[in-house]
């Protein structure tokens, strides 16, 4: 038989500051690296089914957003945001 246990915190208003302030800054911090990779999808998409291959120019491809850039990027936002 698992038994579990479900507690209910009662912070008090400083530690309720401090709770939403972290979760806000965490809900900016997924929105902006969210928006990071839509902008890269927008920036870098092309219509090739549209054209042929010699006349469609291809944009050169900027680096790809993804988790391990973004995650390098987040010891950065640790010292400028204590």
């Known amino acids: 038989m698992k038994i579990s246990y479900q507690y209910k915190i009662k912070p008090n208003k ?4 401090i709770i939403d302030n972290t979760l806000e800054m965490l809900r900016y911090q997924y929105n902006y ?3 990071q ?3 890269w999808y927008e920036h ?3 219509s090739i089914d549209r054209c042929s ?3 469609c120019h291809l944009p ?10 973004q995650k390098a990027s987040l010891v950065q936002l ?3 945001r204590p």
């Open 44 to 46: 870098n998409k092309c």
């Open 78 to 80: 640790k010292k400028d």
């Open 53 to 55: 291959l010699v006349v």
């Open 60 to 69: 050169e491809l900027k680096e790809q957003p993804n988790y391990y850039s």
């Open 33 to 35: 690296q969210l928006a």
């Open 37 to 39: 990779r839509f902008d």
């Open 14 to 17: 400083q530690q309720a500051e």
